[in-house]
């Protein structure tokens, strides 16, 4: 038990992940879509701010929304303009199935 009174503690912070590179970063997906921040909040349902935030990662991604990001880099590797044409259409992420 005194080992862990000594020890540092963090507030605030998230441990780091066990494979970053495994999940796709939400700016990196936009940019290889060409789309706005605002296109790509439409599209996934979720506001502008709350799309910035995560990119900038002061917020962390829902598991959810994680999936939905690497289930649009998978779609965007094979056809990147035919996805962000079915992004950018009304419905959103639904377009792609």
């Known amino acids: 038990m005194r080992i862990l009174r000594d020890m540092p503690i963090k507030i605030g912070t998230s ?3 066990a494979w970053p590179d495994l999940y796709p970063q939400p700016s990196y997906v ?3 879509l060409d789309l706005t921040q605002t296109e790509m909040a439409t599209a996934l349902g979720v ?9 900038r990662g002061e917020l962390a991604l829902h598991p959810g929304f994680q999936l939905l990001l690497d289930c649009i880099e998978h779609h965007a590797d094979r056809n990147a303009d035919r996805t962000a044409a079915r992004l950018r259409a009304p419905g959103g992420v639904r377009n792609l199935w």
């Not at 506001?47 to 990119?55: I, P």
């Open 30 to 32: 936009r940019a290889m």
């Open 47 to 55: 506001t502008v701010n709350t799309w910035a935030r995560w990119e």
């Open 15 to 17: 441990p780091p992940r």
